[in-house]
């Protein structure tokens, strides 16, 4: 008995650091995705960048299909994926999940593209405390003191910053509000995070196609650079690696903890944002240090956790 609960407490252990290092992983491959859309190949002038960025979310999805589906085969675990398509009484259930992320995967690289760049920021930042919010009062959990002195300096840091924006952006909503319930539902009906994904991307698949015959016609695909379409799987490599370990981050940490660590995403858009010879105003660092100093609390409280 003593035993199997030593066990069982070394599992949840394991899977906290995975948890953890997943998070980690996903924030650093995240940041570096605004940086690849700004590489776009050439778009016709004529369909504006608005266009573009609409084209640029259907090809991250088209691609994101053939990248599952051949990384499903290459790990045997395809049959399982046509396991749950087969079902087809759950379609409505999948259907429901692919609509609540579409606009996430659309944002990300649509918004970049329309001179969105603080608002998709904003969003990110306020999306933590919606996510520890919902971690307290929806599932029960408590925050350590660190934790949650970590998330009152973070909060502070937010509200600064909506202070001293020019207006809020209903970006900023769907960011801050569309992940939360997404989590929460899969929560609900749990599934591996390779089986999310997949499933997610195959539904928005036929949306997928039909936007982009909409913005360019079949033919001219035709007449597209063997390295345009070699930047487009790039893209969606971008954006699956990050995506899938992000998912099981979401499934083996405690939701409040998640969500604060997801002050490191934008936190790194920041710091590459300076490398690039980016520069912001003296009236914004307020709001960075208050994250930099939250996540040094969240790190610190970590390490001493880590058993």
Known sequence: MLFSKINNISL????????????????CLFALLPIYVQFQPTWPETSGTVGAGHWLAGQRI????????????????????WGQLKQWRLWPRFLLSACLIAPQFWIFVWAPLQGETLSVALGYFSLPLTLVVVGYFVYGEQLTRAQLLACIIATCGVIYAYLVADGISWIVFVVALGYPLYFMYHRRYPMPSYLVFSLDNIFLLPIALLAMLYLQPFNDWLQIEIW????????????????????????????????????????????VGLLLGERIDLIQWPTYGAIMLALVFIAVDSYKRRG
């Open 12 to 27: 949840h252990i394991s899977e906290y650091k995975k948890g953890l290092i997943a998070s980690v992983f996903a924030s």
């Open 62 to 81: 088209i691609w994101s299909v053939v990248i599952m589906l051949l990384g499903l085969i290459l790990i045997g675990r395809i049959a399982t994926l």
């Open 228 to 271: 345009s379409w070699a930047y487009y799987l790039g893209l969606a490599v971008a954006g699956t690696l990050p995506m899938l370990l992000f998912l099981y981050a979401s499934q083996k940490l405690p939701l409040g903890l998640f969500g604060l660590l997801g002050y490191l995403e934008p936190l790194l858009v920041f710091c």
